[in-house]
């Protein structure tokens, strides 16, 4: 367990420093400790990610008690985020208490042997008092939520009532989903094949199935043989709202890692276009069609200057993914939470508008464009649509029908997280 603790400290010290979770979590668990073995086991790796995601899930509660418990402020960062990852363990997980603390001492005092003092009186304190401590936390929108102040306003300003179900809603495991490949085998059928291999788990959407709990992919039957892709249900509906039909010529302009692109092989026999800006990210696309067996055109190039890459043949159909500020994914990105700063969504409001005015020259007469976030903040999503269409008379939004769609907002519950989607239409 100190090894988990020790690269979770680690983890949580350079995301608050600035660091995507991901980046940091992978050069964690691609080098292990002085003391340890050369590799992480399993158990150890799989330790290490979930203190890193649920102390950075928890930051607002978990800051909050800790500064309770200090008679002054921790100088030593490292220090800091450990007593951070196990006060997480303490309240979130069934691990024994006095294992956390007397490993939560010996990776302390690798710093020095105050340092184990500090974390022993700490940590033990917390257990005393856990129940007056949790208290005085949650009196705190930051404390009780565990978001900055400026996200909580935001979602209370616009969401009203039901703002605290959709911040309690990005606190939680994300569910594990997956796509049936409808070119393969039904849904009916492969909830079938997930029963005779003892896996339960029941259908959502049209093409979904949702496990009872995750599992390594390398579990699922069928997966590598293309009979189903793991992809959340909110970003399951893009593919239908798109409405592509077979012959049709259609761009996902932002499509790594290929999750949707592939969804509209599955569904229509069309002429895609995958682009995206990373050339690296368009291997995933790659991957990913490989395995399903199906076949696109893949492209390096942006969005936004599409000049560089378009060869002047207009697409019947358009899915716009734009970047966003991921908002309605935190609890699968909970680094999110802590890494975004306000001034960021009208940055990318204004590049999600710029994208929007280049590939609107792209779409043929009558074609539909499928603008898409992971988003709930409005100023991304249907702001930045009525300010294009303002600006483009040409252009009218078309009505959506999808489940748990509310004026094209997707807010996140325990089925699936957190989208937008607007459909445009151009007409003479």
């Not at 269409?389 to 939004?397: I, K, P, S």
């Amino acid at each position: 367990m100190h090894i988990a603790q020790h690269g979770a400290s680690q983890v949580v010290c350079q995301v608050l420093a600035g660091t995507n979770l991901t980046h940091a979590l992978s050069a964690a668990l691609s080098s292990a400790p002085k003391g340890a073995a050369s590799v992480l086991t399993t158990q150890q790796r799989g330790a290490l990610q979930d203190l890193s995601y649920g102390t950075l899930r928890f930051y607002g509660q978990l800051v909050r008690v800790l500064d309770q418990l200090l008679h002054k402020p921790v100088q030593d960062k490292q220090l800091r985020c450990l007593l951070l990852v196990a006060l997480y363990q303490l309240q979130h997980t069934k691990a024994a208490p006095h294992t956390i603390v007397d490993h939560a001492v010996q990776v302390a005092r690798q710093h020095n042997v105050a340092a184990g003092g500090l974390a022993n009186a700490v940590l033990r304190n917390f257990l005393r008092a856990r129940e007056k401590l949790l208290e005085v936390a949650s009196a705190n929108e930051e404390g009780r939520y565990s978001y900055p102040q400026w996200w909580i306003a935001a979602v209370q300003a616009q969401y009203g009532p039901a703002s605290e179900a959709i911040l309690m809603a990005g606190n939680r495991h994300p569910p594990m989903t997956l796509r049936v490949n409808c070119r393969r085998t039904s849904p009916t059928e492969y909830l079938a094949l997930l029963a005779q291999h003892g896996i339960q788990a029941s259908p959502i959407g049209s093409d979904g199935v949702i496990l009872e709990r995750p599992l390594p992919v390398s579990k699922l039957p069928g997966f590598f043989d293309g009979l189903a892709s793991v992809q959340d249900a909110g970003a399951q509906c893009a593919a239908h709202l798109l409405d592509a039909k077979d012959g049709m010529r259609v761009l996902d302009a932002c499509a790594a890692p290929g999750g949707k692109s592939a969804h509209l092989l599955e569904l229509a026999q069309i002429d895609l276009l995958a682009l995206d800006k990373n050339v690296q990210r368009l291997g995933l696309i790659d991957e990913n069609l490989q395995r399903l067996q199906l076949h696109a055109h893949l492209m390096s190039g942006d969005a936004a200057q599409p000049t560089d890459w378009w060869n002047g043949k207009p697409f019947h159909r358009i899915l716009a993914d734009v970047p966003c500020s991921a908002s309605g994914v935190v609890r699968r990105h909970p680094d999110i939470k802590w890494l975004r700063r306000p001034g960021d969504i009208n940055e990318f409001a204004q590049q999600q508008l710029t994208i929007l005015r280049a590939l609107w020259q792209l779409l043929e007469r009558d074609g539909k464009l499928l603008y898409a976030t992971c988003s709930i903040f409005e100023r991304e999503n249907q702001q930045v649509i009525d300010k294009f269409l303002a600006e483009h008379v040409d252009g009218r939004q078309l009505p959506l029908s999808a489940p748990n769609l509310n004026r094209g907002q997707i807010s996140p519950d325990d089925q699936h997280d957190g989208f937008f989607y607007a459909l445009l239409q151009k007409h003479a």
